[in-house]
Nanobody, 127 residues
Framework: QVQLVESGGGLVQAGDSLRLSCAAS????????MSWFRQAPGKEREFVGA????????RYADSVKGRFTISRDNGKNTVYLQMDSLKPEDTAVYYC????????????????????WGQGTQVTVSS
């Protein structure tokens, strides 16, 4: 069973930065596209961004494009989400997820494409 553990969340002010990390227990981590989703209170979980297994393809939601950056370190089985210029509307629980099919070069924005999920980390941005 794959375990994904997010960390790095917290309470920050608008305009600040945070970097989230997601560590995977899976030793074949490097074969899979990884993504970040978020869920605000009372809202559905939404796609934030994804990075292909080789890091050659990236995809972001329009709401975070230009402010958030995804990267990965396959040697550490870890994916990162660098969040800059944070806004109050970025407040949510952030989840990382691992795509279920290996070696896909298309970073899917669909929740159904991801088999394993972390427990989430809270990000709160005050105005």
């Amino acid at each position: 069973q794959v375990q994904l553990v997010e960390s790095g969340g917290g309470l920050v002010q608008a305009g600040d930065s945070l970097r989230l990390s997601c560590a995977a227990s899976e030793r074949t981590f490097s074969k899979y596209t990884m993504s970040w989703f978020r869920q605000a209170p009372g809202k559905e979980r939404e796609f934030v961004g994804a990075i292909s297994w080789s890091a050659g393809n990236l995809r972001y939601a329009d709401s975070v494009k230009g402010r958030f950056t995804i990267s990965r370190d396959n040697g550490k089985n870890t994916v990162y989400l660098q969040m800059d210029s944070l806004k109050p509307e970025d407040t949510a629980v952030y989840y990382c997820a691992m795509q279920q099919v290996p070696y896909t070069n298309y970073p899917s924005p669909l929740r159904s494409e991801y088999k394993y999920w972390g427990q989430g980390t809270q990000v709160t941005v005050s105005s």
